[in-house]
Structure formats: structure tokens, C-alpha cells
């Protein structure tokens, strides 16, 4: 069971990055996925989730910006980020859910990431 992100970098504040996550299959069959990040000397915070069925819910500071999305078929999970700010700054990690649904809770999730590194100039 794996979970590997991709897609970070480096981006001057006001640009757009999109992540990916590509999963196994046995990860990604009926599992609620989600975004987390953490930055430097700061808690993991959660970022945004989508259900199974694509019903999706985000945390306030991204909310407008970024948009998670999934592909089924690719078994892959998404995260457009768009008017990137300084404080978008962290390693961003992918997770799936024991259940089907959205959820905001790190301890629902059982698979993790590896992390990839967004960095967000001014």
C-alpha cells in the first residue's frame, strides 16, 4: 500500500502549483483522500479532503485557492493550488481514509505520503 506525492517546487507568491498523488489500488478503492501540510516548526495541519463519491471540504486558509479533485480510474488525487502566499509554505502530504467519507481528522487517516516540499517566495 503507497501513497506518492508529487508536483512541488518552488513558486513566487500569487502563482499556481498542482500536486499529485498516485495510489495503489487496494489504498484507493472506496477511501476518502486528503491533503495535509506542515511547516517549519508548526503542527501538521489539515488542507482539504474529498469523499469517494468527490464531495469535498477545505480548510478556511486554503478555501477559494485550492481545489482537490480525484481521478478513479488513475487511482490519483489531486491539489490545485492558485494565489499561493508565503505561508502556503510546508511539505504537503497526501493520505487515505479508512472510510469513504470527508474528513478533516489525521488520526482517520491510515495511509501517508511521503511529503512533497512547496515553497512559496515573496
Known amino acids: 500500500v503507497q501513497l506518492q506525492a508529487s508536483g512541488g517546487g518552488l513558486v513566487q507568491a500569487g502563482g499556481s502549483l498542482r500536486l499529485s498523488c498516485a495510489a495503489s489500488r487496494r489504498t484507493f478503492s472506496n477511501n476518502g483522500m486528503a491533503w495535509f501540510r506542515q511547516a517549519p516548526g508548526k503542527e501538521r495541519e489539515f488542507v482539504a479532503t474529498?469523499?469517494?463519491?468527490?464531495?469535498?471540504y477545505y480548510a478556511d486558509s486554503v478555501k477559494g485557492r485550492f481545489t482537490i479533485s480525484r481521478d478513479n480510474a488513475k487511482n490519483t488525487v489531486y491539489l490545485q493550488m492558485n494565489s499561493l502566499k508565503p505561508e502556503d509554505t510546508a511539505v504537503y502530504y497526501c493520505a487515505a481514509n479508512r472510510y469513504p467519507a470527508v474528513s478533516s481528522n489525521s488520526g482517520d487517516y491510515k495511509y501517508w505520503g511521503q511529503g512533497t516540499l512547496v515553497t512559496v517566495s515573496s
Open positions: 474529498i469523499s469517494w463519491r468527490g464531495a469535498t
